[in-house]
């Protein structure tokens, strides 16, 4: 009899640490996803800015939404538009960016960063991408 309580207690304590590892799992593949859609629309937005650089105004900024500057997603990456307002109590992310003229040759070339983090999170959970392009013909 007591060997068959000790048994029990041996296979109720392995499947709590099962269970446990399944939440973890669970959390970390929620964790992945996030970071790439993150990762997604930011290259998206990069991409769109890269392809239209010329006629891109210059400013912006990654710690707060700048009108012209960042736009709003939900968590299949849809942006969210009510008409020309954002619609941000909808949002899942929050997308940011900046186009500055490159320090070293200002008439030539920019940066552009895009920051796109989670709604309601902290910087530092966000994704970053930073590219400089050339702008106008060579």
């Known amino acids: 009899m007591v060997e068959a309580i000790v048994a029990t207690l041996v296979v109720v304590t392995g499947v709590i640490g099962v269970a446990q590892l399944f939440v973890i799992a669970a959390r970390a593949n929620d964790r992945a996803r996030a970071v790439t859609m993150a990762t997604i629309l930011a290259s998206d937005k990069l991409e769109q800015l890269s392809g239209a650089l010329a006629s891109t105004p210059t400013g912006g900024s990654l710690a707060s939404n700048v009108a012209g500057f960042f736009d709003a ?22 997308r940011r960016w900046t186009v500055e003229p490159l320090a070293a040759n200002p008439a030539r070339a920019a940066v552009i960063h895009v ?7 902290r910087a530092a959970e966000a994704v970053h991408v930073v590219t400089v392009r050339r702008v106008g013909v060579p």
Do not use: F, I, K
């Not at 968590?75 to 941000?88: C, D, F, N, P, T």
């Not at 920051?115 to 999170?121: H, I, N, Q, S, Y």
């Open 115 to 121: 920051v796109v983090m989670p709604r309601g999170t």
């Open 73 to 94: 997603t939900d968590a299949e990456g849809r942006v969210l538009r009510s008409g020309a307002r954002l619609r941000l109590d909808a949002a899942a992310l929050v």
